[in-house]
């Protein structure tokens, strides 16, 4: 079986390390158009249940996950000058770009080929060379657009914006912040996600 995924975030890659896992004579190709150590975005954060998964279906990257992740129980809500804190809530928060590179090795230590700076600009180009093609290309996803009266995607687009940035000021607990302003309500949410950085995602 030849396989290609076309995306190299972490739904290709970590398809690619279950199949390859699941069937070692698969030739799974994962196409990907930036370098390996590019990335969009900071932080992202997973449950202690989400990590419970990882832990289930392949240990070695829930190793690599957790050597490098930021984990905490709290959460701390700030609304109308109060500070409430919650505990009991097992979250970890990890480096986007670390996580890619977790699963990138995983991938490549299984035998998978990882191909990079290479633009997929017609999924139609792999289905000749392969058997099956997976379209893991992301919310901006060429595959879905071409595809749109197969698939029939129902995507809505809302009135709020956010932004995502990165901080050096260290937060103890995973925390949400609301502030009503003259432009409208400000929502806060931020976390740690290595030893030196927070990240913050205000809507
Ligand atoms: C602000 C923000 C915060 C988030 N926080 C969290 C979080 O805390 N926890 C969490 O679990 N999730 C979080 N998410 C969601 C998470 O980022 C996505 O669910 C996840 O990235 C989806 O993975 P993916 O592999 O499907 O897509 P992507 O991560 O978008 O990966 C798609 C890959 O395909 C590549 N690609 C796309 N088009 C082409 C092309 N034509 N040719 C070649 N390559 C191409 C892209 O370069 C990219 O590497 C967050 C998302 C955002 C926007």
């Known amino acids: ?33 930036n370098r390996p150590d590019s990335t969009f975005g900071w932080g992202v954060v997973f449950s202690d249940k989400t990590m419970g998964g990882f832990q289930e279906v392949d240990r070695e990257t829930h190793a690599g996950i957790t050597q490098a992740f930021r984990h905490w129980d709290d959460i701390d809500v700030y609304f109308k000058g109060q500070k409430i804190t919650s505990s009991g809530h097992g979250f970890c928060g990890i480096a986007r770009m670390k996580l890619l590179q977790v699963f990138q090795q995983r991938a490549a230590a299984l035998g998978v080929k990882l191909v990079y700076q290479t ?19 992301g919310s901006s996803s060429i595959t879905r657009k071409k595809y749109e009266s197969v698939f029939k995607p129902n995507i809505q687009v809302r009135n709020n914006r956010f932004i995502w940035l990165g901080t050096k000021k260290k937060l103890d607990a995973f925390t949400f912040d609301f502030k009503q302003t003259e432009w409208g309500w400000f929502n806060l949410h931020a976390y740690r996600f290595d030893e030196d950085c927070d990240y913050e995602e205000a809507a």
């Open 1 to 33: 079986m030849k396989i290609v995924c076309l995306g190299g975030g972490p739904a290709g890659l970590y398809f690619s390390i279950l199949a390859k896992k699941a069937n070692p004579s698969w030739d799974i190709t994962v196409i990907e158009r």
């Open 119 to 137: 633009e997929v600009t017609d999924p139609d180009t792999y289905s000749g060379d392969y058997d099956l093609v997976i379209a893991a290309d």
